[in-house]
């Protein structure tokens, strides 16, 4: 007898992307993207996405901890993800073509 399968949540963010990825699917370097993404506010100073644009479900930011090994102490920072609604946005905002199989290259 099979058990009964439990219902999972919608996946309303879909597929994340690093900079690193994103940028490669919008066939331009990780530093050029983030620069561009800096100039229309997408990005603070820091590479940590804006309010407008997490509230919107374009981009993410997880959380992560740094550990440093010689003091023993460990620093939070966030690393900004880009969804694929993210990815449709900077491609129209930035009027760049996504290049799918860029992806899978790496």
């Not at 994340?16 to 983030?34: D, I």
């Not at 930011?61 to 939070?76: C, D």
Request: glycine share 10%; net charge positive.
């Amino acid at each position: 007898m099979n058990a009964p399968q439990r219902p999972q949540p919608p996946r309303v963010l879909g597929q994340r992307y690093t900079l690193q990825e994103a940028a490669a699917l919008l066939g331009t370097g990780r530093n050029t993207l983030c620069k561009r993404l800096r100039e229309i506010g997408m990005l603070d100073a820091n590479n940590v996405a804006t309010r407008p644009h997490t509230s919107t479900g374009r981009l993410v930011v997880e959380l992560k901890v740094y550990e440093n090994p010689g003091l023993g102490t460990e620093r939070p920072y966030g690393k900004t993800l880009v969804t694929e609604r993210g990815l449709l946005y900077i491609a129209n905002r930035l009027n760049i073509r996504i290049q799918r199989d860029a992806a899978n290259d790496g």
